[in-house]
């Protein structure tokens, strides 16, 4: 069910036309990484290792279709690995799209996500920010958030959350929930990630939990205290609990982004995120399914303090947040927390670092370079995404790379696993067979795009399916259409040889 209250509702935001550029592009939290989408759509008339080598499979095109695609996430069938399911935002369209493989990954097909209706006559919506995970009765669920606007007078009408539910593999998804709207209160929905609990034994089986920012507008944003939101449900997504603040809401204004909840072996839940205004990677612990979570502990301190202007994503700016996952594996080392993440270097541009966390999440490791590009050199990794095979206990992560561009521009997807433990990672591995250029020289690019905020991976059974933004058809046009075809949603396999 939706909130009440809808009619009559007063914009979150008006004046859009007459923010120049750089109001748009700023650097702070004072506008939700979904802001370049609704520009888009707004002016638009419609709408040492121990780790074994890796081998790469082809790269397949998921999305297959005009127009670009940005900002993915992927996950796979426990119960049935051929099942696997993408999702990725529609920069040129309202809804979200959906990607869906009966082969491993081999070909997908697609489908777009349900919008509901809107708010006012003359209103109209959009979705952003992919997350999908699957539980252990072949389910998929897959969230994101519902942005509300009026494009006659240019003004944000509110946010909400969805979460759709799929039972034949994300072929169609004809369930829908819709929840914790927001309207003249001066916040905004953004950057949700999902997690379901798909361990058998559980007492907390097949729960479905999503964490989100809830953050001030720009005109709030020096007064207030921005949550980092928590919502579960223990119904198959039919409803979800009321919202709760898992960071601190005390002690004056705060700044949050990039939640993101993962599940330990016996259901212990887990929500990390970077502290923007202390300059730190947090996470919280549940051991009651969500009904509550302990105090936030520091899994390492930041550098950069929300993003970072690097080439190539410099319209942008390349976020920093957690991407996250434990050992569910009958391995040596299950049990154990690992955390990724993009820091600026002294010297190396930015990194992939990681940390893992033996006790719970009580403590943490000294971070370690996951690329092994020269040090000494500017090469900036960014957009990393980490999973850990719960099969294998392999910890896999794959990034955004331009290590290869003498100008630090254009990009490549690379990848690489550890075994033991995260001690360690195998040689970084090229998983790309041809460079994307989302920078200002390539004039076919999506600029206020780019690549988005995140690229995803997921691990089972040995092999592990990165899923990434490629721009190698920008200039591209489709002969059936004559459209250009743009950014396109590619993945692939990598397994150990």
């Not at 910890?395 to 331009?402: E, H, I, L, P, Y």
């Not at 690549?451 to 933004?469: K, L, R, S």
Request: charged share 15%.
């Amino acid at each position: 069910m939706r909130a009440p209250g809808r009619m009559g509702l007063v914009g979150l935001v008006s004046g859009v036309v007459a923010l120049n550029a750089s109001a748009a592009l700023a650097s702070s939290y004072d506008t939700p990484r979904w802001w370049p989408k609704y520009q888009a759509l707004l002016m638009r008339s419609s709408p040492l290792t121990s780790t074994p080598a890796l081998e790469v499979g082809p790269n397949v095109d998921a999305s297959n279709e005009v127009g670009p695609q940005s900002e993915t996430s992927i996950t796979v069938n426990p119960g049935n690995p051929s099942e696997v399911v993408g999702g990725s935002n529609e920069i040129f369209r309202l809804p979200m799209r959906a990607y869906f493989s009966r082969n491993g990954g081999k070909s997908f097909g697609a489908v777009d996500l349900p919008l509901p209706p809107p708010v006012t006559t003359n209103g109209t919506d959009f979705g952003s920010d992919p997350g999908v995970a699957f539980d252990t009765r072949g389910n998929v669920y897959y969230s994101y958030i519902v942005v509300f606007f009026n494009r006659t007078f240019g003004s944000i009408q509110g946010t909400e959350m969805a979460v759709a539910k799929s039972s034949d593999g994300g072929a169609t998804w004809p369930q829908v929930t819709f929840f914790n709207f927001n309207s003249g209160s001066g916040k905004f929905n953004d950057k949700p990630m999902i997690a379901v609990d798909a361990n058998p034994a559980s007492p907390f089986r097949d729960s479905v939990y999503v964490a989100w920012d809830n953050a001030s507008n720009r005109e709030g944003k020096s007064a207030s205290n921005n949550a980092l939101l928590f919502s579960r449900s223990t119904d198959g997504g039919a409803s979800f609990s009321r919202p709760i603040a898992v960071n601190s809401l005390t002690g004056g204004p705060s700044s949050v982004i990039g939640a993101d909840p993962f599940v330990g072996p016996n259901g212990e839940l887990y929500v990390a995120w970077h502290d923007v205004q202390n300059g730190r990677l947090l996470v919280a612990r549940s051991l009651d399914g969500g009904a509550s979570f302990g105090q936030p502990i520091t899994i390492a301190p930041t550098v950069i303090p929300f993003e970072a202007r690097i080439a190539p994503q410099a319209s942008r700016g390349a976020l920093l947040y957690p991407a996250c996952d434990t050992d569910r594996s009958g391995g040596a080392h299950r049990g154990t927390l690992y955390c990724s993440w993009m820091d600026e270097t002294a010297s190396n541009g930015t990194d992939i670092l990681l940390a893992r966390s033996t006790d719970g999440a009580q403590h943490w490791s000294a971070p370690l370079r996951v690329n092994d590009d020269p040090t000494g050199v500017v090469k900036d990794q960014f957009n990393q995404w980490l999973s850990v095979d719960p099969v294998s206990g392999a910890v896999d992560v794959s990034w955004n790379d331009a290590r290869n561009d003498p100008a630090d521009t254009r990009t490549d997807i690379y990848a690489s696993a550890s075994t033991n433990g995260g001690l360690s990672f195998a040689a970084n591995v090229k998983v790309t067979t041809a460079v994307s250029d989302e920078s200002a020289a390539n004039p076919f690019a999506d600029a206020g795009n780019q690549y988005g905020d995140y690229e995803g991976i997921v691990a089972y059974g040995g092999v592990a399916h990165p899923i990434w933004t490629d721009g190698r058809l920008d200039g591209v046009i489709d002969p059936a259409t004559g459209q250009r075809i743009g950014e396109e949603a590619f993945s692939a396999t990598v397994s150990s040889k």
